[in-house]
């Protein structure tokens, strides 16, 4: 099993492009989520979603837009990216059910320029 | 709502002392929490986590907690550190939907 995947690893961006973040996992587990990673800040989630068809926003979903069409896939887009969006931005899985333990992919690194 | 709270974004410890990282946090239910681990340009990996069983965790590398409601703390320990404890540390509290609340994190420096 390849747990969660992600792609691109590094990217950089210019004031007004867009892109996809691409996030899989191969776990079959229903909740997936977005997190930001920012310096001295922690985590802070962007969006999540429970199932196939349903999404949410978390705290800093401003900027972004998810959907989530498969259970293995949940891309993340960026419009007009901003240099406030430069992080490095983690997908995660939960099973669900009595687990509670979420599965992180590897991160992608974005800059914005 | 929930938060965490991790007491210094840096500690340093010598290798063989013990370390000590501190979190507290705050829920309006009895909460889930963990500690992660995120080594060098890697992702997080889970420690240990306290789900209202037994209030000493153990995890993995020798790691281990103690959740203490009086005190809504949940500290990490290790007897001995060892070189390959230095990364990053982050406390998280549960949230509804399966959603994890995040300390600021503490980075772990081991000195020879």
């Known amino acids: 099993n390849a747990g969660v995947t992600q792609t691109p690893k590094f990217r950089i961006l210019k004031i007004g492009q867009s892109m996809t973040l691409q996030c899989a996992q191969d776990?079959?587990?229903?909740?997936m989520y977005w997190y930001r990673q920012d310096p001295g800040m922690g985590l802070k989630l962007i969006y999540y979603?429970?199932?196939?068809?349903?999404?949410d926003k978390g705290e800093v979903p401003n900027g972004y837009n998810v959907s989530r069409s498969t259970t293995e896939d949940f891309p993340l887009r960026l419009e007009l990216a901003a240099p406030s969006q430069t992080s490095v931005y983690f997908c995660?899985?939960?099973?669900?059910?009595?687990?509670?333990?979420?599965?992180f992919g590897p991160g992608t690194r974005l800059t914005v320029t | 709502a929930q938060s965490v709270t991790q007491l210094g974004s840096h500690v340093s410890v010598s290798e063989g002392a013990l370390v000590l990282l501190r979190c507290n946090y705050s829920?309006?239910?009895?909460?889930?929490l963990f500690w992660y681990v995120q080594y060098p340009n890697q992702g997080l990996q889970l420690l240990l986590k306290?789900?209202?069983?037994?209030?000493l965790v153990k995890g993995i590398n020798g790691f281990e907690a103690e959740f203490k409601k009086s005190e809504t703390s949940f500290h990490l320990t290790k007897p001995s550190a060892h070189m390959s404890d230095a990364a990053e540390y982050f406390c998280?509290?549960?949230?509804?939907?399966?959603?994890?609340?995040f300390g600021q994190g503490t980075e772990l420096s081991v000195k020879p």
């Open positions: 995660a899985t939960l099973a669900g059910g009595s687990s509670y333990e979420q599965y």
């Open positions: 776990m079959n587990h229903n909740y």
């Open positions: 979603s429970v199932g196939a068809g349903i999404t």
């Open positions: 829920s309006s239910v009895p909460p889930y």
């Open positions: 306290y789900t209202s069983a037994a209030t």
């Open positions: 998280a509290v549960s949230a509804p939907g399966g959603k994890l609340i």
